[in-house]
């Protein structure tokens, strides 16, 4: 079992930049490469896909809607991914969640991990 822990979130002005870390409980073995990634919540919407990684760090994909703005890398030596929100906007506010899966497809469509979330808030 891989527990995930976000961090990093909180209030941030608009243009300032902001980065979320996400931390796997252990390590992963090598038949476990996850492939780990962000999804963000607004209330009364669907949690939604943001960016992914895979368990090399050769291939990202992001969401159109981010594309340009958010950059996600890991660290496999210390088990962590993180998110960098540059010129951070309003629509940017909602419960970011750190999720992992075997693959780029899983984690899309059913991530087999959650992490709790961190809240990110913006001011204008």
């Known amino acids: 079992q891989v527990q995930l822990v976000e961090s990093g979130g909180g209030l941030v002005q608009a243009g300032d930049s902001l980065t979320l870390s996400c931390a796997a409980s252990?390590?992963?073995?090598?038949?476990?490469?996850?492939?780990m990634g962000w999804f963000r919540q607004v209330p009364g919407a669907e949690r939604v896909f943001v960016a992914a990684?895979?368990?090399?760090?050769?291939?990202?994909y992001y969401s159109d809607s981010v594309q340009g703005r958010i950059t996600i890398s890991r660290d496999n030596a210390k088990n962590t991914i993180y998110l960098q929100i540059d010129n951070v906007k309003p629509e940017d506010a909602a419960v970011y969640y750190c999720?992992?899966?075997?693959?780029?497809?899983?984690?899309?469509?059913?991530?087999?991990?959650w992490g709790q979330g961190t809240q990110v808030t913006v001011s204008t």
């Open positions: 999720a992992a899966a075997a693959s780029y497809t899983k984690l899309v469509i059913t991530p087999d991990y």
């Open positions: 252990q390590r992963t073995s090598e038949s476990e490469r996850l492939t």
């Open positions: 990684i895979t368990y090399t760090g050769t291939s990202s």
